[in-house]
């Protein structure tokens, strides 16, 4: 069982950045994928950054430019750097790794951004 625990969620204004942060309870290494996904009010939830297989990364084309995924092995946890935040990205942010073919997600921080 795999234990993750997002924070850095928080109220900031538009244009302003955010450093969210997902400590997994295993080693980064055992993980195929590693990614941040978001959910706003009356959406669904949608894919924001990936690490596929450790060194492929892909984006969400809204957030291209303005997001970096990024890990940290020795701490166990990866990171999603945020900046140029606009009112639109406010949402909650999972955090999930799939370990073999088993998919874990975190509780999710609130990213709120004032216009």
């Known amino acids: 069982q795999v234990q993750l625990v997002e924070s850095g969620g928080d109220l900031v204004q538009a244009g302003g950045s955010l450093r969210l942060s997902c400590a997994a309870s295993?080693?980064?290494?055992?993980?195929?994928?590693m990614a941040w996904y978001r959910q706003a009010p009356g959406k669904q939830r949608e894919m924001v950054a990936v690490?596929?297989?450790?060194?492929?990364?892909n984006y969400a084309d809204s957030v291209k430019g303005r997001f970096t995924i990024s890990r940290d092995n020795a701490k166990n946890t990866v990171y999603l750097q945020m900046n140029s935040l606009r009112p639109e990205d406010t949402a909650i942010y999972y955090c999930t790794v799939v370990q073999r073919t088993v998919r874990y997600w975190g509780q999710g921080t609130q990213v709120t951004v004032s216009a």
């Open positions: 295993g080693s980064l290494s055992s993980f195929n994928v």
């Open positions: 690490i596929i297989g450790g060194n492929r990364i």
